[in-house]
């Protein structure tokens, strides 16, 4: 994995201009921490960090190659599980390759196939190739949106990123937000809108699809999405394609040339993935799997069940890792420094986020990143197979809104009545779910139900899994640890998007389609838990910590977070209601110490990125 950024001007000449690229390509040394490049012409300026993980010595970025007249630059981020058979069939057209990476692979690809290239790929990326020729530049970014890409265009100029820093550290591009930046922060946050850079003109080029960007102007157009077809496989069928779409899947993604490991938290996906792993590991004789799990100090003391959270996952995984033979790891982060983190964290995301949800990620990720640069994770089986509690619920079918954040209430009582006015909270969520709505592939002759559902799953996976997947890639990538998501695969995708409701809720179980599917693989106790949500903290510690940040916030009169907060309200709320908020307000787990962390981290982000407001 890597930090790609760039510009391209018809007006400035950027061999003048390095300073700027220099500077932009900084901001990601995190993500690419063993290797720095820049390719400078008149009218373009590549820049590229990189992370190795496959061919030490060939995959080296930007990467230039040449054909009659055309010169050719690329900068990725990401990785290609196809590789090999993209080799075969390039090297049968008659190209020479001269390492064995896959970001030769991707621009030999594109040399061949032009911008149908990326029909052929599989994998998660985001990627800019300049063609020097023709004074083009395009870019393109995976199905499902795992490796993130951000662009703003500025005069005659287009400036891009992997992340937001990136674009800032551009002269051109200041940290302002108009009043749909403040709705995205104070109504939508910790999500985004699709496509939606919060800072004023900043968009990010949304998953599964490509721009075009040359003296003839700015296209942007998609080149995937979900087709609703209808489901023609009987049930063993169906486990048995799902089994050996995920088998496939994993063991293409554990390609390395640096140590890989998984994260295991005990439950149906990432144990699954790690069964998987585990098997292929011993197969190819390369030794023992290690495995990461995370835990809180004094878990078992604080620990609260409730309807999300039902058990502690520390006898799972111990279960799992036994029985599957791994080295497992466990990790165990002291809640006082999840507050401690939350700067970090929001520094990674360029954004307020998930709070401590957020920061014990980010520690969790240093600690892997000490044995291994590659981990493979159990993220979205939740949304493509239906296994979160909200659709299971008949209050959310029935509902009009966004599932795992059905009232905007908790957070709108905190706002100033002047905020309130300006973004028109309902308004704003109501607007952005209809969006959505209107984006749903549908099946003609679905029963409303069937329909229904459909619209969930969607729902779920272009908001709250791009939310997720934007958390574990910042927190991740902030330590230089690339994360796989082998249930992101799109042929794995594009599968489970038509398998019926009923199927994908078999034996009455969320997720009950899978677990059939992994029958003989984990333990029956492993297949039939309950699903539960990553660990979060419940240390009474962590909610005092985060109260006094707040209550210093309150204090400070030239606080930047004033303007958009009844203070009195807020107040109130940390002294007296954050404790016994019994529901969450975002998600599953984001409860009173989260709601007071994600203000905290509003302030910050208002002071440290200089945020001004364009009204």
């Not at 970014?141 to 990123?161: C, E, H, N």
């Not at 496939?248 to 144990?271: E, F, H, I, K, N």
């Not at 985060?546 to 203070?567: M, N, T």
């Amino acid at each position: 994995m890597c930090g790609i950024t760039g510009w391209v001007d018809w007006e400035e000449d950027l061999t003048r201009q390095k300073h700027i690229l220099e500077n932009m390509t900084a901001t990601l040394a995190c993500r690419g921490p063993d290797a720095a490049g820049m390719w400078l012409s008149p009218r373009a300026a590549i820049g590229h960090r990189r992370l190795v993980v496959v061919d030490p010595a060939g995959g080296g970025q930007p990467m230039i190659r040449r054909r009659g007249g055309h010169c050719f630059v690329l900068t990725y981020n990401g990785e290609l599980y196809n590789t090999p058979e993209l080799r075969e069939e390039l090297a049968a057209r008659g190209y020479r390759f001269y390492g064995h990476s896959d970001t030769e692979a991707l621009l030999l690809a594109y040399m061949e196939w032009g911008r149908e290239c990326v029909e052929r790929l599989n994998g998660i990326f985001a990627f800019a190739v300049w063609d020097e020729a023709t004074q083009t530049l395009f870019m393109a970014r995976d199905r499902l949106g795992v490796k993130p890409l951000f662009y703003a265009l500025r005069g005659r100029g287009l400036i891009f990123g992997s992340e937001l820093k990136a674009l800032l550290a551009h002269p051109a591009v200041k940290p302002e937000v108009d009043a749909e930046g403040l709705a995205e922060i104070f109504i939508m946050g910790p999500g985004r809108t699709p496509g939606h850079g919060v800072f004023y003109g900043v968009k990010e080029l949304r998953p599964g699809h490509c721009l075009v960007f040359s003296p003839q102007g700015l296209r942007v157009y998609r080149y995937w999405s979900l087709q609703s077809l209808p489901h023609q496989d009987d049930l063993p069928t169906t486990a048995a394609k799902v089994r050996w779409l995920l088998e496939d899947a994993v063991r293409r993604q554990l390609v390395a040339d640096v140590p890989v490991c998984t994260l295991l938290s005990g439950g149906v996906d990432s144990s699954a993935i790690t069964a998987v792993a585990a098997r292929a590991f011993r197969e190819k004789g390369s030794g023992i799997l290690r495995t990461f799990s995370v835990d809180y100090l004094e878990n078992e003391r604080y620990f609260q069940a409730n309807p999300f959270e039902t058990g502690n996952d520390t006898p799972w995984v111990e279960m799992v890792a036994e029985f599957l033979g791994t080295d497992h790891r466990r990790v165990v982060l002291d809640p006082s420094r999840l507050a401690e983190t939350l700067g970090e964290a929001m520094r990674a995301r360029d954004l307020p986020g998930m709070a401590d949800i957020d920061s014990s990620l980010l520690l969790f990720c240093r600690e892997v990143k000490k044995e291994a640069t590659v981990a493979l994770s159990g993220e979205c089986a939740d949304e493509i197979f239906g296994g979160y509690p909200w659709f299971f619920r008949r209050e959310v079918f029935e509902a009009q809104t966004f599932p795992w954040a059905p009232d905007v209430g908790p957070r709108t009582r905190l706002l100033s009545r002047e905020l309130v006015e300006l973004v028109r909270p309902e308004e704003y969520v109501s607007r952005r779910y209809l969006e959505t709505l209107a984006e749903v592939p549908r099946l003609p002759g679905e029963s409303p139900y069937a329909s229904r559902m459909r619209e969930l799953l969607y729902l779920t996976m272009q908001w709250f899994m791009a939310t997720l997947l934007d958390r574990k890639d910042r927190m991740s990538m902030a330590c230089g640890l690339e994360v796989r998501v082998p249930f992101c695969d799109h042929r794995l995708v594009e599968y489970a998007w038509n398998i019926p409701w009923e199927m994908k809720r078999h034996g009455g179980m969320e997720k009950g389609i899978l677990r059939l599917a992994l029958e003989g693989l984990l333990p029956g106790e492993v297949l039939s838990r309950k699903k539960s949500p990553y660990p979060k903290t419940h240390h009474p510690a962590y909610l005092e910590a985060v109260r006094r940040l707040v209550l210093e916030v309150l204090d400070d009169p030239s606080s930047p977070l004033a303007p958009f907060i009844d203070r009195q309200a807020v107040r109130r709320f940390a002294l007296e209601e954050a404790t016994g908020m019994d529901r969450p307000w975002y998600g599953q787990l984001m409860r009173g110490p989260q709601l007071l962390a994600y203000l905290y981290q509003v302030d910050l982000w208002f002071r440290e990125y200089g945020v001004s407001v364009r009204l």
